[in-house]
């Protein structure tokens, strides 16, 4: 198992983890402070943390199968924008004080982005040969 596959199935695993975390702390603790705008947007955060975690394992076993130009952005951009997202998701229903502007919607477009790039690459892109630089 190459660094780079071991790293990226590491870290969709930990945040798979933390989003069944999140989810068991927002029902069984803070779902009874919050209202119905608060609950949902928490729970589409870590929904979307979950799906977004799986897809850094996805990254991290296509990796196994050989080195592919841009795997490693298109994994990077899943997991910024879990940051942003699914973090800022979080950060509006913990401190709704804090003024993030486009981060949210910035997670967003990166995890489109990383959609297609990995579309891409199962598409048109080939193995990079052994002699090829690291990408």
């Not at 199935?9 to 029902?27: E, R, Y």
């Not at 800022?88 to 990166?110: D, E, M, N, S, T």
């Not at 690459?121 to 040969?129: D, F, L, P, S, Y």
Request: proline content about 4%; charged content about 15%; overall charge positive.
């Amino acid at each position: 198992m190459t660094d780079r596959s071991r790293f990226w199935i590491a870290c969709g695993a930990i945040l798979a983890g933390l989003s069944v975390v999140l989810a068991a702390v927002a029902d069984h603790v803070l779902k009874g402070n919050w209202g119905l705008a608060e609950v949902r947007q928490f729970e589409l955060a870590v929904r979307y943390q979950f799906y977004h975690a799986v897809a850094l394992i996805l990254c991290g076993l296509v990796g196994l199968c050989g080195k592919f130009r841009g795997l490693n952005v298109v994994a990077t951009g899943f997991l910024l924008g879990i940051v942003g997202f699914s973090g800022g998701l979080f950060l509006k229903v913990c401190l709704p004080q804090v003024r993030l502007g486009p981060v949210i919607p910035a997670g967003a477009v990166l995890w489109i982005l990383s959609w297609l790039g990995l579309a891409v690459i199962a598409v048109i892109t080939t193995k990079i040969r052994p002699s090829d630089p690291e990408n």
